[in-house]
């Protein structure tokens, strides 16, 4: 992603530009083949708009988005026609509702089969139930759920038929937005570990949405952090856990319950509820919640720029003196 901006007009104004709701506002960002990739941040950060934007479903105003699977090379803004259809089969979503998502009056082997069916992917019925059995195996479902319809099963199970039908077209990369969240704790487990196979025996890249530090930490091998259409930090998931560089990421990581009595150091609790995109505040866009904010911060809005371990960058202006404080009083 270079730059990439999705913004939505908001009505008409006689006079001057017309307002505009910043969804995402100039995001970069790189998503290495084969990598399961966290994306964190509050509701209203924008994340979920970025995995719409990247699988063509949220309109992208501004900047690229390079997809290169190995096989293609494109410039999503400039599909359409049949390369915009090719993408599809090769870029996917999991919904986050498996309640939701799936329609009660088809039967499983149906809701599997529909994307083949509607993208013109298969030659025969014949085709079409050998390919959605193969992928229904992967996914831990046998010929007899096949012929159930989805009322009749449980919320992981449903969620293994969201995920069969997200990958029947044979995607290589896939848009998990929320996938567990609406899980029992016991069964998300479940769910993580089938994505963590199904990515090494499929040779996915997963883009992996997330309000759950804690997932994100399960799973992942990066991470980037969103707050209000912006990338405040990126790095690998150990290095961000174990020493966070921007206030919002220390904030998010304060909020993970602690199982150390001693652990009273991850003061940074984040007040007050995410500013609207429509009217998102001047320079660095966290100030009005920023802890340890200062006079150069409502004015200058600070750029992604690396930190001081490999693969990390972060968005602030005083990242290294927040990092030094907290060392010495540590
Ligand atoms: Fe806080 Fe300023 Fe850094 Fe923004 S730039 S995160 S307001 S210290």
Known sequence: LDTLSVHYPLGRRLFGKPPVLK???KVSLDIPRGSFFGLVGESGSGKTTLGRAILRAAPISEGRVQFNDGEVDHNLAELKGDALKDYRKRAQLIFQDPYAALSPRMTVRDIIAEPLEVMGLTKSRADTDERVREIAAKCRLNLEHL???????????RQRISIARALVTGPKFVVADESVAALDVSIQADILNLLKSLQRDLDLTFLFISHDLSVVAHVCDQVAVMYLGNIVEIGP???LFARPKHPYTKALLSAIPSLDPDDTGRAQR???EVPSPADPPPGCRFHTRCPVAQARCSQDAPHLLAAD???TRVACHFWQDNMAEAETVG
Do not use: K, N
């Not at 012929?147 to 009749?152: C, E, G, I, Q, V």
């Open 23 to 25: 969804a995402i506002d």
């Open 270 to 272: 984040l007040e007050g």
């Open 147 to 157: 012929r159930r319809f989805p009322h009749a099963f449980s919320g992981g199970q």
């Open 237 to 239: 998931t150990r290095e």
């Open 309 to 311: 371990a490999p693969g």
